[in-house]
């Protein structure tokens, strides 16, 4: 079991009213597993994103990643284990301005102190058909190239799961389709995900999809 | 993060921004600029009245007469230091080498139609020795001349020159309030000194002042030198002693004389510049520290700036302290850059005040140093609140941060 969580709560207090972004969550997701999070705006999917991906702690409830409890570590231990475990992929704007593509994918083994981070960025690259532009600023790339980068990125410590936060939000569709081809690819290949998303055209690609509403799973179940 | 990859990345985002960057350095050169050539400046006055008080001679005494009267009603001064008494001090104390009787005043000097208002001063010999003075052109009066009461002069060269006496004149007379004197030398320049000018002046045998110039039988003056390697505080009390004791000046009487050594001049004219090398210090330091807060200024604004970056590197694994170095990095490799541009700008800041103005510069490499590190120790202090302010943002508050 890659994720495992019980009884999750999160509560925000803005002004004077309280959020219950997250009312009651427990949710299990395994080892190559897709699963596509969907819900309207506020419903708590990003606040569950964030908490699976160790940004954020739970009021309450357990959280085990890799049957290991991450709910109540220190900050400096959710930084590891984001380093480690954990592969971010961002809406947009997600890469570091003013930085190549190579340094940008380099980053996560720079700051896990690794010295052979180069090679494996150029590697991680060319599996995304962007060797040929590994010297280029982000803002020297496509939508669609800048994206691939973020993938690059995220797959360069071999996490145990990708998550993807509205990865292809914009994008247009010709784009959005071959990024999620990559998705697609990587998970035949047993990587395990899990995307955000408002868009039908991504649920649909995904083989278990949970609706969330209000902080609370409505559903959650495979694609017919 | 290996620390040669944060000086890498905080370098990049320096140049990425250069304008800003070289606005934030730009307070720190000038402080440091400020600092050192500040601090040149009094150092730089300091060895001047230093040269200035050893080309008097560093082992030199002067006794003088002191205030005449009783009870505190001071009548004038008094006239009891005679030649006898240099001749006392000089055989009877070990300590001193050279001694030598002085009287001096103003006279009408007279050559031709050319006429100047100078020192004249009457001496023995070795006034020439104690007092660092070197005969140019011609040659000193003797000893003879001195017995003989000649009438011998030898001259300061900017006496000469307002006579318009020359090296071709020497051997010619000059008239001293209306009365002979042959000049048989003339003076190697001392420099002018501000507060006299020890080229304007007129030296004479001093039984010749005393008798014919002046007509007095004490001296103004006896001036000694002291022997090497000898404290001159205790020389001093030595030939006050001797004098108590020729002056018949009982325990808890009042001197009618004074000694002074050059020691003394030395130390108040040192604390004079050490006093105003730290007011000066101490501006140029309050510009550096004005520096140090505008780069605190566009730290702050660099981190706001860049806190979605800030989110995404805590997203993919940087710690607090990651966070932390990166941005301290860039404020101290600001301020050492600053501070190496700012060592030049202070050399040539104090070359263009030493060529511009009267004011001598001496650059000393204490003031470098301690500039350079003030700058780098200001970097730091006023980069870290910046730099922990980044480290302490919550990673989803500025992965969010619009």
Redo the contacts between chains.
Sequence with gaps: MIIRTRNIFKTYVIGDSQVHALDDVSVDVEEGEMVAVIGASGSGKSTLM?ML?C??KPDSGIYLLNDYDVSKLP??KL??I???RIG?V?QS???????SALENVE??L????RRDAKERAIEKLESVGLKKRMRHMPNQLSGGERQRVAIA?ALI?NPSIILADEPTGNLDSRTSEEILDIFKGLNENGMTMLIVTHEDEVARKCKRVIQMKDGKILSDGMNQ | ??IG?TIK?AL??LY?NKLRSILAMLGIIIGVGAVISMLAIGAGAQAQVMERISSMGTRLLVVRPGQHGTHGVMSGQAQNLTEEDALAILNQLDSIVEATPVVSGNAQIKYFANNSRSNVIGTAITYFSIRNYEVEYGRAFTEAEVQNRARVAVMGPTTAEQLGFNINNIGESVKIDGLNFTVVGILKTKGDQGWYNPDDRLLVPFTTAMNTIFGQDSVDEIDLMAAENVDLTVVEEEVADLLRERHRIGTGGEDDFYVRNQADIIETADEFNRTFTILLGAIASISLLVGGIGIMNIMLVTVTERT??IG?????????R?ILSQFLLEAVIMSVFSGIIGIGAGLGGADLINATTEFATLVQPFAIIVAFSFAVTIGIFFGYYPASRAAMLD??DS?YYE
């Design positions: 964030n991906g940004l954020d900050k400096n930084a590891e984001r380093n480690k971010f961002f704007f997600s890469l570091i301005p003013r930085t980053l996560p720079l700051y896990a102190g990125r410590t | 993060m290996p990859i990345v990049k985002s990425a979605r970056e995404i590197r805590k997203a993919i694994g940087a710690k607090d990651d990673p989803i992965l």
